[in-house]
């Protein structure tokens, strides 16, 4: 497999003059610049510095950072190839994140500020009581993160590079962990923010550039592409081996509705219910209750700035659809022989895999588009938009494991400890990501792709629906979750392991999955999932009794603005670990007290670490009992200026009727 | 009046997406056209919601006029320098025994004589 792809380079353009490396070169120190000044511009030492940027982020760079480290380079390969494939439905996955950011900044973050809690698993203890929840929530998080969103970076990042540059696979991919690595584990959030800031100016001057040419060179606008697109057919369209298959006309031809959003609801490949709702919920889960979102709202240094950063990045997302759905079709009209390919023996030949060849839509475009420089330019695009998702994603799982699954292990770790395990956490996860780079490989000839993204709409809804209860629900209580969560994981199983099994199939090769399993479309599957485990969730609730409000102060929106006093269902739990925590300093005070002089001989080398990861020696002492209780009374503010409180009320609304023309303009 | 409007918009809102799911490329409304129609439909929704939201759930505007008069202060308005409390003929097994609860929900001012 690699040695046929290592063949189909040396034909192809690589990237190897001097102004594309130039560029590439520059790129990258602009990026280590910025890490380092913003490394030295923060507190890197304790919890809240590291895991939260010391909540002082003004909304540009939250606005940004959501933003980078939702494009990841899945969105390149998969957006611009489902765009070449079945035109700009694909676009509404970006256009319904408008409508969910708001909902995000507007509902959910208040609760989780006023809540006091660094992850989602917390918030889900706090709110519940109890530990299962947060355990399972925890679990499959990192379980989505390694599985999904860091697959699907990898393995569009590999189709790139192979294509721009023909390195060796295994090279390109650890060199580019090891940089995203570096920033990640030095430099703690803000410099992760930072960074992300930088990456998204890149990424969009760059699409803008290739998508201007494209219109320049190739396209001719959006009246040419609806004019050429229906015309995009591949010559060769014969079966090579008539035995085994035919080539029947729907396989090659274009959609006919490739130019609307909302499709038929019954035979469209996007329905439109599915593409509002079932989108919506799915969404819902990512840019709400997801740590990587999340975590970077908990960053901002007040509300209304978490509110203007949602708004800006709802604006930014708006571009995906110009800037890689278009392209992607426009790449169908310039090379239909090749990313229109429907024999499987010629995709073979193209792209290497036989279902098709749609995915290098983009990366043909740049390949074969841009002149020297510009080619280096779109590159460090890609890598921007890789580095950045991956290094949320590597960020946000160190602060999960840490946090909860950690603290859960070993109540009695201090804050220096948990920054350690946080670092450590991330190297490990980085050799996951290297030693799934062969699954990623074969999953380019297989169809392991496509069963990876089906994990997420058939594991996610349930997530949503506990999250919305938990927050907008006061009734809904601990068994209630419990049981619903369980319910729709079981439910979400018993329609993926028969995917699984029966493949997914493609246009010339039908799955024989059975009409009754796998009928169902699977955004339609998710807004069921999503209603069902609701219903159960509400079901157990009220045959349970309900939590007393007490518990609930500052954790469901309604009780948002209470100033009562909150006995939190986790306390016992909370002050055994400081109880543990402050023996441990007890202890270790003991020990450097009997051994004054070995406490002294720290070797030249660890504290060079130390100071370069941010992590000091020192550390403050463990909280007592008295100033446990004056920062339970000082509440976390979430009162806004009246003033610009409207202000970004006004732009949300301004930002919903832009999305609504957009969503009309284009249905 | 509005109503009608709404409607005959619905309509041509509706008309507009039906025809889109025939799977042609012809449209019946050109798309500048659809993207206006939906933007006053969804300006019009936020309206409705606007007013909703003032008719249900602004508080009446007399209720931060009347303050209530507290209880434990009621001995000292007339300036005596007995040290009379309520609370000293209250019965200890209920806190609110002499309170009217009723009363103290009416929206009648009543005024520090």
Known sequence: MEDSNGQDMGSKVTINNPADIGVIVGYFLLVISVGIWSMFRTNRGTVGGYFLAGRTMAWWPVGASLFASNIGSGHFVGLAGTGAASGIAVGGFEWNALFIVLLLGWLFVPVYLTAGVITMPQYLKKRFGGGRISLYLSVISLFLYIFTKISVDMFSGAVFIQQALGWNIYVAVIALLSITALYTVTGGLAALMYTDTVQTFVIIAGAFVLTAFCDLCGGGGYSALLEKYPAAMPAARQSLDPWRYNVSERCYTPRPDAFHLLRDPVHGDLPWPGVLFGIAIVGSWYWCTDQVIVQRCLAARSLTHVKAGCIMCGYLKLLPMFLMVLPGM?????????????????????????????????????????????????????????????????????????????????????????????????????????????????????????????????????????????????????????????????????????????????????????????????????????????????????????????????????????????????????????????????????????????????????????????????????????????????????????????????????????????????? | MSKAAAGFLWVLFTLDTVSAQQGTSTRALPNWLTGIIAVVVFLFLVFIAFLVNRAWCSKPSQESKAEWVKTSDYPMANGTQYDTSLDAVRTSDHENAYENVAIKHTVDTVTVM
């Open chain 1, 330 to 667: 426009i790449s169908r009209v310039l090379y239909p022989e090749e990313v229109g390919c429907v024999v499987p023996e010629v995709c073979k030949e193209v792209c290497g895999t036989e279902v098709g060849c749609s995915n290098i839509a983009y990366p043909k475009l740049v390949m074969s588009l841009m002149p020297s420089g510009l080619r280096g330019l779109m590159l460090a695009v890609m890598l921007a938009a890789l580095m950045s998702s991956l290094a949320s994603i590597f960020n946000s799982s160190s602060t999960l494991f840490t946090m909860d699954i950690w603290t859960r292990l070993r109540p009695q770790a201090r804050d220096r400890e948990l920054m350690i395990v946080g670092r450590v956490w991330v190297l490990c996860i980085v050799s996951i990501s290297i030693c799934w780079v062969p699954v990623v490989q074969a999953a380019q000839s297989g169809q392991l792709f496509d069963y990876i993204q089906s994990v997420t709409s058939y594991l996610a809804p349930p997530i949503a629906a506990i999250f919305f209860l938990a927050v907008f629900v006061k009734r809904v209580n601990e068994p209630g979750a419990f049981w619903g969560l369980m319910g729709g994981l079981a439910m979400g199983l018993c329609r993926m392991a028969p995917e699984f099994a029966f493949g997914t199939g493609s246009c010339l090769f039908p799955s024989t999955c059975p009409t009754v399993v796998c009928g169902v479309h699977y955004l339609y599957f998710a807004v069921l999932l999503f209603l069902c485990t609701a219903a159960l969730v509400l079901i157990v609730s009220y045959c349970t009794p309900a939590i007393p409000d007490r518990h609930l102060h500052r954790l469901v929106f309604s009780l948002r603005h209470s100033k009562e006093v909150r006995d939190d269902l986790d306390e016992e739990e909370q002050e055994r670990g400081r109880r543990a925590r402050r023996e441990a300093e007890d202890k270790s005070r003991t020990k450097l007290e009997q051994g004054e002089e070995e406490g002294r001989t720290q070797s030249g080398i660890s504290r060079l670490i130390g100071w370069f990861c941010g992590v000091s020696s020192a550390q403050a002492p463990e909280l007592t009992e008295q100033e446990v209780e004056e920062a339970a009374n000082n509440m976390p503010d979430i009162s806004e200026d009246p003033v610009w409180k409207h202000v970004v009320n006004a732009n949300g609304i301004i930002m919903m009727a832009v999305a609504v023309f957009m969503w009309g303009y284009y249905a």
